[in-house]
DNA sequence: ACCTGAACACCGTTCAAGT
DNA sequence: ACCTGAACACCGTTCAAGT
C-alpha cells in the first residue's frame, strides 16, 4: 500500500539537502562549499550525497533551478510594468545568485549539465525579452543584437554588483533604447 | 662585475615558465591545468614554479597581462578606424582568452591577486571607451552607463563566444547607439 | 640563489560492507 | 533502498635537504 511513501521521504531528505546547499553555495560560494561541509550541514555521511544527487554539478543544477523558479514565481508582480522597472526588478530578484554568476560560466566548460542549464536559461531569457519588445512594438532586423545587449547587460550587471544608481541608471538607459521614439 | 647576468637568467626562465603557462591556460583551461602539469611541460619539478610565482593566481595574472600587453601593441592598428570596426577588432582579438573571462570572475572571488587585476583592466576598459565616446562627441548624463553597457556586452561576447555574424551585428548596434543622430 | 623529493592538508568521488 | 567508514586519485602548497 505505501508504495509512495518512501518516495515522499526521499523527496523530503533531498529537498533538505538542497535547502542547504542553496544557503551554502550563495553564502559561502560554490567553489568553497566543498562536499564534506554540506553533508556535514545536513547532518550525513559526505557520501551520502551521492546517493541523491549524481556530483557536485548536480547539486548546483538543482540549486540554480531552485532560485529561478521563485523568481519567475514572483514575476507577475512586475509583468505589465514600464520595461525599466522590470529589467530592475530581474537584476535586483537575481542578485541573490551574483557569486553563482560566474561559477556557472566556469563549471560550463567542464560539465555537460551546468552547460545545458546555461543555454537553457539563455533561451528562456531571450525569450522573455523578445516577447517584451515585441509588446512594446520594437520591429527591426537589429532586435535581436538588441536582445544579447539587453542579455549581456544583465548578466554584466548580476555578475559585478554594481551601486544602487549605477544599476538604475543603466537599467533605465537600456530601456530607452528599447522605447521607440 | 655580472650582477645582473643570473637576473638575465631568472627572467628568461620565468618567461619560459609564462610561455607555457600562457599556452596550457588557454588551450586547456585553468582548471584543467595542474601545477604538475605545467611544471612537466616546461622540464621542471612541480614545486619550482613556486620560485617564480607565489601561487597559481599569480601565474594567472602574469598570463592575462602578457594577452593584453599584446594586444594592446596591436591596437595602434585601428585606434583610428570607425567605432563599429574598433569593437570588432577588440573582441576578435580578446578570443583568444575566451576561456579565461569566467576564470577571472571566478577567481576574482577568492583571489586578491585576481581580484585587483580584474579592476584595473574594468578601469583601463572603461577609460578607453570614455575616450572613443568624447571623440565621437557623445555627451550626456548617460555617459557612463552607455560605457558599462558596452563593457558588459564586449565581456559577454567573448565569453559566450558567439558566431561572426551575430559578434558583427551587436558590434554594429552598440557602435549606432554612440553615434549622434 | 635555485631546485628537488617527499610530505601535508584537502578535494570530489568510489566501493565494499552494513541495515 | 539507503547509509556509512575507509580508501582512492588528485590537487595546490610547504618544507627540509641538497647544490
Known amino acids: 500500500m505505501p508504495a509512495n511513501k518512501p518516495q515522499q521521504d526521499r523527496a523530503e531528505k533531498r529537498a533538505e539537502l538542497l535547502s542547504e546547499a542553496r544557503r551554502l ?12 561541509a554540506l553533508a556535514k550541514a ?5 557520501n551520502t550525497i551521492y546517493w541523491y544527487f549524481t556530483d557536485k554539478d548536480d547539486v548546483l543544477v538543482a540549486v540554480l533551478n531552485a532560485v529561478v523558479a521563485d523568481a519567475l514565481a514572483d514575476y507577475e508582480q512586475v ?14 530578484t537575481l542578485q541573490q545568485m551574483r557569486t553563482l554568476v560566474s ?43 538588441e536582445i544579447k545587449i539587453g542579455v549581456f547587460t544583465i548578466e554584466g550587471l548580476l555578475a559585478h554588483g554594481l551601486d544602487a544608481a549605477s544599476t538604475r541608471a543603466i537599467c533605465q538607459r537600456l530601456a530607452q533604447l528599447w522605447t521607440p521614439t
Chains 1, 2 share one sequence.
Open 25 to 36: 553555495f550563495i553564502e559561502d560560494g560554490y567553489e568553497s562549499t566543498s562536499m564534506a
Open 103 to 145: 561559477t556557472v560560466h566556469s563549471r560550463a566548460t567542464r560539465s555537460p549539465a551546468v552547460d545545458a542549464w546555461h543555454n537553457g536559461f539563455h533561451l528562456m531569457t531571450e525569450t522573455l525579452f523578445r516577447t517584451t519588445l515585441e509588446q512594446a512594438g520594437l520591429s527591426g532586423t537589429d532586435i535581436e543584437a
Open 79 to 92: 509583468s505589465t510594468a514600464p520595461i525599466a522597472e522590470q529589467l530592475l526588478w530581474i537584476v535586483d
Open 42 to 46: 545536513a547532518g550525513v555521511a559526505g
